[in-house]
């Protein structure tokens, strides 16, 4: 086996072709502007490179004020939710080859929550509505001493999809209702407060649907739909908002 590195493509390399791909970024600095605006940035990329790429190329090499967020780069930390091309993706997980290069690509931060700084919004209400619906294990009782508490596969299934959530807040973004009513609790907490009501392990479910009950609750839904095509993690949030609707007339089980 050898034990050589592999270099990354290059741009002089003439077997690997590289594209110059327009990005028309959305820009906001609250210091300076009244407004956001947009700004051009021919970049060279290869079909292989994602959006995340391309703005690391655009801070590092073009404009050092860029802003946005990221951290993981590979789909798991959910910081990088972004409106491309008009929708909401992660920039770390669209790849250029899936995007048409023959136009600009237009990107901008998440809508319905307050615009920091270019590509960053302040996340603060989303976290907010998350912590209330009680994103945690509430359990009355002990477990056997030196025991788990023990769930039959059956059971765990019923919460498997909404498991998978990263917090990206795409969904909660996507979504017509909260655009217009910044109270609402939004796809991403009801997500996370099914990921605990449908627990065999937890027992406080009646508190928290009694918290989606709300006028802001799960009844702001009109399944639209945006928030499950706008979900990185393929979670079916429009299936678990009706499912926990339903707990709410009927009782979890
Ligand atoms: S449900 Fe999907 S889109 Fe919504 S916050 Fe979780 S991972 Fe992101
Ligand atoms: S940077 Fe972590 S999900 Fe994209």
Redesign the pocket.
Known sequence: MSNAVAEAPSAADPAIQSFLVTFTIRRFDPEKDAEPRWVDYDVELFSTDRVLDALHKIKWEVDGSLSFRRSCAHGIC?SD?MRINGR?RLACKTLIKDLDISKPIYVEAIKGLPLEKDLIVDMEPFFASFREVQPFLVANSTPEKGKERVQTIADRAIFDD?T?????????SSCPVFWTDGQYFG??AI??AHRFIFDSRDDNADVRLDILNDKEGVWRCRTTFN?SE????G?E?TKAIAEVKQAVLRGRR
């Open positions: 959910g939710a909401n909404t998978k959530c990263i917090l990206c807040a795409a969904c909660t796809p991403a997500v996370n928030c706008a979900c990185p993690r979670i949030v």
